[in-house]
C-alpha cells in the first residue's frame, strides 16, 4: 500500500514545475567597466562578487544587487519576479497531475518564476568629486600703483 501512494504522488508531482525547473535559478552578472563590487541582497546570506560573476538564487527571493566601486557612483537593480514559458507549463501541467499539492508546492517555492532582467547589465557613472567644505583662500592683495612720474611744470 505505501509502494502505490509513492507511486501516485510521484505521478502526480511529474507536471510540478519544481519538478522540471527547480527551485534555484543562475543570475548573471557583468558591469562596464568590470571589476565592480555586487552584492547580492535577498538570499539566506547576501553574497558579494566581482563582476563578470554569477550567483545561484532561490525563485521565491525578492532579489537586489547593488555595484559599488571607489571612483563611480554606486546602483541598485532590483529584480522582479515574471512567470515563464517553461514555469507556466509546469504549473498548468499540476492542473493535469499535480493537482492542489503540485500548485501549493510551485507557489511556495516560486518555481513557475523566473527573475528579470537576468543577465544583469549595468554601465557604472563616474562619481562627482565633492567640492572642499572650506572656503577659498583669500587672494593676496596688489601692491599699490606707483605714483605718476612727475613732469616738472
Do not use: W
Amino acid at each position: 500500500m505505501r509502494l502505490v501512494g509513492i507511486a501516485a504522488l510521484s505521478v502526480m508531482l511529474g507536471g510540478c514545475a519544481s519538478v522540471t525547473r527547480g527551485t534555484t535559478e543562475n543570475i548573471s552578472i557583468s558591469s562596464t567597466p568590470s571589476g565592480v563590487e555586487a552584492v547580492v541582497s535577498g538570499m539566506d546570506v547576501p553574497t558579494t562578487c566581482t563582476t563578470p560573476c554569477s550567483v545561484v538564487v532561490k525563485r521565491n527571493a525578492d532579489i537586489s544587487i547593488t555595484f559599488q566601486k571607489e571612483g563611480y557612483e554606486p546602483q541598485v537593480v532590483s529584480l522582479s519576479r515574471d512567470i515563464q514559458t517553461g514555469g507556466a507549463a509546469g504549473f498548468a501541467g499540476n492542473l493535469l497531475l499535480g493537482g492542489v499539492v503540485g500548485m501549493g508546492v510551485d507557489a511556495a517555492t516560486g518555481a513557475a518564476t523566473d527573475h528579470k532582467p537576468n543577465p544583469v547589465i549595468v554601465t557604472m557613472q563616474p562619481s562627482i568629486p565633492a567640492r572642499s567644505a572650506r572656503p577659498p583662500a583669500p587672494k593676496k592683495p596688489r601692491a599699490p600703483a606707483p605714483p605718476p612720474p612727475d613732469t616738472g611744470t
